[in-house]
T-cell receptor, first 111, second 114 residues
Framework: QQQVKQSPQSLIVQKGGISIINCAYE??????FPWYQQFPGKGPALLIA?????SEKKEGRFTISFNKSAKQFSLHIMDSQPGDSATYFC??????????FGTGTRLKVLA | DVKVTQSSRYLVKRTGEKVFLECVQD?????MFWYRQDPGLGLRLIYF???????EKGDIPEGYSVSREKKERFSLILESASTNQTSMYLC?????????????FGQGTRLTVV
């Protein structure tokens, strides 16, 4: 019940394309859903986050879509750039201070 | 600029050694975490602390212990290092707000146990 399932494990996208990463959760107590971006040799850093009172949040080229009834959320990267090549983690938190992370998606954007 | 600093980027230790990984945050955060990152497994929580001298086990606490004597410092201890503890270790901190908020990560410590 504490798991967050993330897919795909890896993703290759052409420059200018749309990258989509999906996550699913089971625990309805979760009330905070962040996405983290990690470059090689660095710690993860918050990219964008959403709370379940909205269905979508957009920040620049990055959008979170949230489906509360399906218990799913996804990250969309529009106009993907080579600089977006990184590992992306979804996460969920709520009820406690713990963050439960997905297994990560390694994104490669081809120039 | 907010900061979580881990004392070492790379460590090589021998099997059976007692290993200390140190983490310091400068944001006056109540919560601190130790995660382990392995390919295909994501970030798995080892321990977290929500106050000085308070700690709770995460999902994979076996073989590890922690210490939080001061608010800004959270240490991970490998009591007797084993080769299966070779991994990337990430420290994080977050505020004690009733609402879940951003976790800030350190740069990671890559530990190799030989």
């Amino acid at each position: 019940q504490q798991q967050v399932k993330q897919s795909p494990q890896s993703l290759i996208v052409q420059k200018g394309g749309i990258s989509i990463i999906n996550c699913a959760y089971e625990n309805t107590a979760f009330d905070y859903f962040p996405w983290y971006q990690q470059f090689p040799g660095k710690g993860p850093a918050l990219l964008i986050a959403i709370r379940p009172d909205v269905s979508e949040k957009k920040e620049g080229r990055f959008t979170i879509s949230f489906n509360k009834s399906a218990k799913q959320f996804s990250l969309h990267i529009m106009d993907s750039q080579p600089g977006d090549s990184a590992t992306y983690f979804c996460a969920a938190s709520g009820g406690t201070y713990k963050y439960i992370f997905g297994t990560g998606t390694r994104l490669k954007v081809l120039a | 600029d907010v900061k979580v600093t881990q004392s070492s980027r790379y460590l090589v230790k021998r099997t059976g050694e007692k290993v200390f990984l140190e983490c310091v945050q400068d944001m006056d955060h109540e919560n601190m975490f130790w995660y382990r990152q392995d390919p295909g497994l994501g970030l798995r929580l080892i321990y977290f602390s929500y106050d000085v001298k308070m700690k709770e086990k995460g999902d994979i606490p076996e073989g590890y212990s922690v210490s939080r004597e001061k608010k800004e410092r959270f240490s991970l201890i490998l009591e007797s290092a084993s080769t299966n503890q070779t991994s990337m270790y990430l420290c994080a901190s977050s505020s004690g707000s009733p609402w879940a908020t951003e976790a800030f990560f350190g740069q990671g410590t890559r530990l190799t146990v030989v």
